[in-house]
């Protein structure tokens, strides 16, 4: 109905296709530039992937710091909470200024705006666990780590994956604002050339690219928390 109702508009409108182009003019021109286009996407990809596995890696050991020192949660969750602050428009352009134009500036940029609703997600889980439950392990003799590895964690499934699918949709994001900054692939620099070129129609089709690459991400995770489910429910139960 969205796309029916843009194509009826340009058409009743007559708007120049350099300000508003059909919807079929984005899929053309998206056909026509495919190859560069694809080779920028794997280029975002790549860089995207990349961080965001190591924001999840670096989430799940600063989540289990916190869990296990009271002083260090009550320091740095104010420290966390002040990072988010930071406008990411503000802050690509000095990550390649500090960081230069390779791989690592992208991926730090990736990792800063990711890292945060996974880290609130994880601590928000670990405290979903039942105060008796807990209780009832210590009693029975279980040391801290064994109730977290026990209980603690896979109380906080749920919540990992809500954090884990949050982040996702912001991973693809933060790639694009770091190439928009500086870089020599990615669909950033793409969609700033078509842009300084006045060809929406390639703006509008690296958009498009970019949603189908975080949809990919989000059913990846989809998949993952479906795949494992089964697996955590048996382990449950026993």
Known sequence: MFIAGWEGYVALSDASPLVLPAPRDVLNG???????????????????????????????????????????????????????????????????????????????????????????????????????FRDQLVSMGASKWAVYRRATLPSARAHFFAGLKISATYAIVATIFAEYAGARRGLGIYILSAKNNFRADLVLSAVLVSAVLTLAFLTLIRGIERATGNRFRRNTDA
């Open 30 to 132: 998206l056909w026509i530039e495919r190859s560069a286009i694809g080779k920028h996407a794997v280029a975002t990809l790549s860089v995207a992937t990349l961080g965001f596995s190591l924001s999840v890696t670096f989430a799940f050991l600063v989540s289990i710091l916190l869990y296990f020192s009271g002083w260090l949660r009550r320091g740095m969750m104010p420290l966390l909470v002040a990072s988010q602050t930071v406008p990411i428009v503000a802050l690509a352009p000095l990550m390649v200024l500090w960081f230069g134009f390779g791989l690592l500036p992208k991926v730090l940029l990736v990792i800063l705006v990711t890292f945060f609703p996974m880290v609130v997600s994880l601590m928000a889980g670990y405290a979903s666990m039942p105060r008796a």
